[in-house]
């Protein structure tokens, strides 16, 4: 059996695109009003890619801007892990197309579909492959073109929803650094209440997601952290899937975790999907709110159903 190593993100990366679709543009175009949509989601604005744009277009100045921000080269990366539901083909793989980009040559490829959840399941894969010493440096990517699977005559949905992505660096850390814990799960039964049918649009039974996000999205965090043996009272930071605000200041509230240590920025994206929980870390960083020793939370849901939290103690970078 390999040796299981320590492993953690070494540097992240964000990107999305200029365009903006406020909620004042919404209202011209569905039933629907800045104030209903800002009560009830929490949601602003959301950004639109152009329609040429792909999942890997967004991708590349993300994943760059996360080698840039850990100091590896892109031919010093040994596996590349696309999360999209939006890809840029069925085959070849969204992460073969970001290789090319980025002129990561030696890099393995392969995308994971797990909707919003993508980015969660993702991590775990790129973190086994190093655990297990098969690799050394991984970039795992979230990506999204959400808009073009959008019915926008559907006010329930096209009001949620924005492009972009991020992405991260794996490498070995030091000892008790890293991703201490992980859990995931899926429910194929609820798979009806959101979905995304081949060649149409996102379907999505709001009442239904809310209450199944917020108690599986709890019960994920009381889990890994159980794990991880860390206290809640110790967590730093909790990095949200950025869905809804009133899930996540139910999760919140239920967890007894401060609004001062829950991050939030779908007021400015909307819901990016597998690009939601990568996006909010990179800003996080960038905004000084994760240093040496933290521990950080991440936590999201998505269709299938899917879930997954990882909790990480941040830095040990050797």
Known sequence: MKRIRSVGIVGTGSYVPPNILTNSDLEKMVDTSDTWIVERTGIRERRISSPETTASCLGLPA????????????????????????????????????????????????????????????????????????????????????????DWTDRNTCILFGDGAGAAVLQPVADNYGILATSLGADGRLASILDLPVAGCIRMSGREVFKV???????????????????????????????????????GKRLNISTDRVFVNLQKYGNVSAGSTIIALDEAVKQGRVGDGDIIVIVAFGGGLTWGATVMRWGGNL
């Open 63 to 150: 994943s760059l801007a996360a080698l840039q921000s850990a100091g590896v080269s892109p031919e010093d990366v040994d596996l590349i892990i696309v999360a999209t539901s939006t890809p840029d083909m069925t085959f070849p793989s969204t992460a073969c197309f970001i290789q090319d980009k980025i002129g990561a040559s030696r890099a393995a490829c392969f995308d994971i579909s797990a909707a919003c959840t993508g980015f969660s399941y993702a991590l775990e894969t790129g973190q086994q492959f190093i655990a297990t010493s098969t690799y050394k440096t991984a970039l795992i990517v979230g990506t999204e073109v959400i808009s073009k699977v959008i």
């Open 213 to 251: 996000a917020v108690n599986t999205m709890i019960e994920a965090v009381e889990k890994v952290l159980d794990r991880a043996k860390i206290s809640q009272k110790d967590v730093s930071l909790l990095i949200p899937h950025q869905a809804n605000i009133r899930i996540i200041e139910a999760m």
